[in-house]
T-cell receptor, first 112, second 115 residues
């Protein structure tokens, strides 16, 4: 019940295209959903996060869409650039509990 | 602002040796997390501390692993004795506890290889 399922495992997108990564969860007590971006040799860094009281959050080219009834959330990267090539992790946590449950990661490659 | 600082960045040692990984959290952060990352298992939380007290160590794989946080600015993760299956990248992260969940800030990790 603590799992967060992430797909796809890897994704190749052409420069300028839209990258979409999906996550699904079971535990309805989750109330914080961050996305982390990790470059090779670096630690994960917070990219964008959403709470279930909104259905969408946008920051620049990055958007989280959240569907509470379906228990799914997704990351959309608009106008994808080669610099976006990285591994992306979704995560979730329960209110009042700082423990993050991470998805398995998506390796995104943006090709020219 | 300095981020989370981990040392060493790389460690290669022989099976059976003691390994100590170190972490300095961001000043003012009162929660600290140790993670392990492998291809097979992804990112796993090993243990986390709040105000220097261990809160959840359910992810610590076995008694060979131990973690301490003697003060707000320093933590160690120790493996004794080390085994080849402990080879992984170990991350430390810190956050500031708040009324609602706050982002975790990760260090750049220690790449550990046990021969």
């Amino acid at each position: 019940q603590q799992q967060v399922k992430q797909s796809p495992q890897s994704l190749i997108v052409q420069k300028g295209g839209i990258s979409i990564i999906n996550c699904a969860y079971e535990n309805t007590a989750f109330d914080y959903f961050p996305w982390y971006q990790q470059f090779p040799g670096k630690g994960p860094a917070l990219l964008i996060a959403i709470r279930p009281d909104v259905s969408e959050k946008k920051e620049g080219r990055f958007t989280i869409s959240f569907n509470k009834s379906a228990k799914q959330f997704s990351l959309h990267i608009m106008d994808s650039q080669p610099g976006d090539s990285a591994t992306y992790f979704c995560a979730a946590s329960i209110r009042g509990n700082e423990k993050l449950t991470f998805g398995t990661g998506t390796r995104l490659t943006i090709i020219p | 602002d300095a981020g989370v600082i981990q040392s060493p960045r790389h460690e290669v040692t022989e099976m059976g040796q003691e390994v100590t990984l170190r972490c300095k959290p961001i000043s003012g952060h009162n929660s600290l997390f140790w993670y392990r990352q492998t291809m097979m298992r992804g990112l796993e939380l090993l243990i986390y501390f709040n105000n220097n007290v261990p809160i959840d160590d359910s992810g610590m794989p076995e008694d060979r692993f131990s973690a301490k946080m003697p003060n707000a600015s320093f933590s160690t993760l120790k493996i004794q004795p080390s085994e080849p299956r402990d080879s992984a990248v170990y991350f430390c992260a810190s956050s500031k506890t708040g009324a609602r969940n706050q982002p975790q800030h990760f260090g750049d990790g220690t790449r550990l290889s046990i021969l």
